[in-house]
């Protein structure tokens, strides 16, 4: 029953293809029915694997059947990403805004994709491979026996990530650390190339002594469409993010802490609209950030960020670019670079708006002006919740 039920879904969401995403723009009710429909019928599945689960233990056609339902659902995930992705791009598209958006500004349309993910999430459990590279020469894998959806490659100091891994088509995330040791971008260009479906990449994990340290980023990297989560902290010799990241419409986590040679963010960066997290601390050559960040709507976090302060430049980030950054939280830093203090500018950024945010550090670098602290308290009109900091010279005292 169940299997027949997760069939009928395949077939609705592939009527609901890239291909014919313009055509449907304007029909984004009707299809939003459609997910409905589809969700209430995953509910459905979702009752009868309560009971199959339990029955798995001992028969074995059941968990045959468990195996299937879960690469089926893989399928449906993979649809919908298509889907949004495509609907992501128009909306980023300066010349098509002529289709309905909910009260957030968003076209319509992740309501069944996050159901699907969670479902996913229920299905998969525990299936992660871990393997270790411990060879100085070139490592090849072949995973093609194992199924494998979830990865983690364990590298000994001073080695490298493998050349080569067979059998990652159907590879949801991949996670690899080490102490000391590389990751070469013709590695990731092959890489890239077979493992189209990733949803996770994590080259840290949360551990700053076992980074792998990323050298460079292959266009490839664009082939990832379904790319949420990418963390690349510590890749002290990444020196720049290639302008095809910003096509990863997905993405909804980007950790650069301690690239300290990163010397460029994406000009584009301002297309990934569903972008949460943005951590660039510790990024030190970065010379300017790009305009586009303050179209990032969606963001939670951003921990630094260098903004001008003497006017509203078409190119770099100025601090009035925080004007619709309203979902902010945290502590932010912000370095200023300018030699005077535009007060209009300021005001601009509007951050008595701001609901969220616990505090704001300014740290001059000596690239900003030397006004007096009390200027930029009154110039920003922060609502009374909102602490103000101050870090390195030159400030005027008050």
């Known amino acids: 029953m169940a299997e027949a039920l997760v069939s009928s879904i395949l077939e609705q969401l592939t009527a609901i293809t890239i291909e014919h995403a313009r055509q449907e723009l304007k029909l984004v009710t009707d299809v939003e029915k459609e997910v409905e429909k589809l ?32 690469e089926a659902s893989y399928d449906v995930e993979d649809v919908l990403d298509e889907w949004s992705t495509a609907l992501s791009k128009l909306q980023t598209d300066p010349e098509l805004d002529d289709f309905d958006k909910d009260e957030d500004g968003n076209i319509i349309k992740c309501k069944m994709h996050d159901m699907v993910h969670d479902f996913l999430q229920y299905l998969t459990k525990e299936e992660i491979v871990s ?54 971008g013709e590695a990731l260009q092959a890489f890239f190339k077979g493992a189209k479906f990733l ?17 460079e980023i292959p266009d490839e990297i ?16 990444l020196k720049e993010l290639p302008e095809v990241v910003c096509e990863l419409h997905n993405l909804q986590y980007l950790d650069l802490f301690g690239c300290i040679n990163l010397e460029k963010l994406p000009e584009g960066i301002g297309k990934l609209i569903k972008l949460r997290y943005l ?49 902010l939280r945290g502590t932010l830093w912000i370095e200023p670079v300018g030699n005077v203090l535009d007060v209009e500018e300021a005001k601009r950024a509007k951050l008595h708006k701001n609901e969220h945010l616990n505090c704001l550090v300014i740290f001059n670098k000596g690239r900003g002006p030397s006004v007096r602290r009390e200027d930029y308290i009154q110039a920003l009109n922060a609502p009374p919740g909102l602490t103000i900091e101050f870090s390195m010279l030159p400030f005027q005292e008050i």
């Open 199 to 215: 949803r996770l990449l994590d080259f840290c994990m949360g551990n700053e002594c076992s980074c792998a340290n990323v050298k």
């Open 222 to 237: 664009g082939m990832l469409i379904h790319l949420r989560y990418l963390n690349l902290s510590c890749s002290e010799t």
């Open 131 to 184: 393997v270790e590279v411990d060879s100085s020469e070139n490592v090849r894998l072949d995973l093609s026996s194992k199924k494998t959806h979830h990865l983690r490659v364990n590298i000994a100091k001073g080695d490298q990530f493998p050349v080569s891994i067979e059998g990652i088509e159907k590879l949801r995330s991949l996670v690899a650390v080490g102490e000391e040791c590389d990751v070469t």
């Open 39 to 70: 969700d209430s019928t995953l509910k459905a599945i979702r009752g009868i694997l309560e009971d199959a689960e339990q029955r798995q233990i001992v028969e074995k056609n059941v968990k045959g059947w468990l195996e299937k339902l879960k």
């Open 279 to 327: 951590r660039t601390d510790g990024c030190e050559s970065l010379q300017y950030y790009p305009k586009g960040i303050g179209r990032l709507t969606s963001l939670r976090e951003l921990t630094r960020v260098i903004a001008r302060v003497d006017g509203n430049d078409a190119k770099e980030f100025s601090v009035g670019d925080l004007e619709n950054l309203n979902l």
